[in-house]
């Protein structure tokens, strides 16, 4: 089992950065694949990032290429997503995912454990 909890989350003007923060316990934190969602209202949930156990391979949506940085600290058992140039078109719910693999994935079905989620808002 796998608790994961988001933090970060917040209400930013365009342009604006903000960093999400999910800190997962209850399994060997480097041997899990983690990732990124969103949900807006009235859509379905999207991937946003992911990045492997190691932390060597990571992936993004096109959405965000260039924009949003996922990283994770082993050591803390944390995983980020770093935020930059926010658009109005970001805002939603973001939810932190687990694996129990080390491999990442693009498919929400792939993950077995999920946070609650955290709100982020951007304003233009």
């Known amino acids: 089992q796998v608790q994961l909890v988001e933090s970060g989350g917040g209400l930013v003007q365009a342009g604006g950065s903000l960093r999400l923060s999910c800190a997962a316990s209850?399994?060997?934190?480097?041997?899990?694949?983690m990732g990124w969602f969103r949900q807006a209202p009235g859509k379905e949930r999207d991937f946003v990032a992911a990045?492997?156990?190691?932390?060597?391979?990571?992936a993004y949506a096109d959405s965000v290429k260039g924009r949003f940085t996922i990283s994770r600290d082993n050591a803390r058992n944390t995983v980020y997503l770093q935020m930059s140039s926010l658009k109005p078109e970001d805002t939603a719910v973001y939810y932190c995912?687990?694996?129990?693999?080390?491999?990442?994935?693009?498919?929400?079905?792939?993950?077995?454990?999920w946070g609650q989620g955290t709100q982020v808002t951007v304003s233009s």
């Open positions: 209850g399994r060997t934190f480097s041997s899990i694949a």
């Open positions: 990045i492997s156990g190691s932390g060597g391979r990571t």
């Open positions: 995912a687990a694996r129990k693999i080390w491999a990442l994935s693009y498919n929400a079905d792939d993950y077995n454990y």
